[in-house]
């Protein structure tokens, strides 16, 4: 994927490129049943979310269902953060404002959940997003 992402293409390229191939992971991730196989599916996703620079609805609306879901487990649930930091860097930092209801409820689970540590993962996540996009906004 890295070759990938260096390819010499034109920036409308890469994007539809980028798209098809997202489209196609979501596809694949809706009717998979094994959590290992989930978890290497939203982290390929992720290395495409850096590439776009026109996020495509679909994407963006998957990753606010996923993350609002109670029934996605915690490092799913981190590797779908992951998705939303890639995506939310560079041309398109602005997206952010999409995901502040999900950032809140994310943080209000961590507020509640106490000492777990797959949800402390989940805050320290949080807490980097949050960071990273205000060090963006003061740049």
Not at 115 to 121: D, G, I, R
């Amino acid at each position: 994927i890295k070759v990938f992402r260096e390819c010499p293409l034109a920036a409308q390229g890469m994007d539809s490129l980028s798209n098809v191939i997202v489209e196609s992971l979501l596809l694949y991730l809706k009717q998979e049943a094994h959590s290992s196989t989930q978890l290497h599916i939203v982290r390929t996703i992720s290395l495409f979310c850096s590439s776009f620079k026109n996020v495509p609805n679909n994407l963006t609306s998957h990753l606010k269902s996923a993350l609002s879901s109670k029934a996605t487990p915690p490092l799913m649930r981190l590797c779908y953060w992951q998705c939303v930091d890639e995506l939310c860097k560079g041309e398109n930092k602005l997206l952010i404002n999409d995901f502040l209801n999900v950032i809140q409820q994310g943080i209000g689970r961590v507020k509640t959940a106490g000492v777990q540590n797959p949800v402390l993962e989940e805050g320290v996540a949080l807490s980097w997003l949050l960071m990273s996009r205000a060090a963006d906004n003061d740049s």
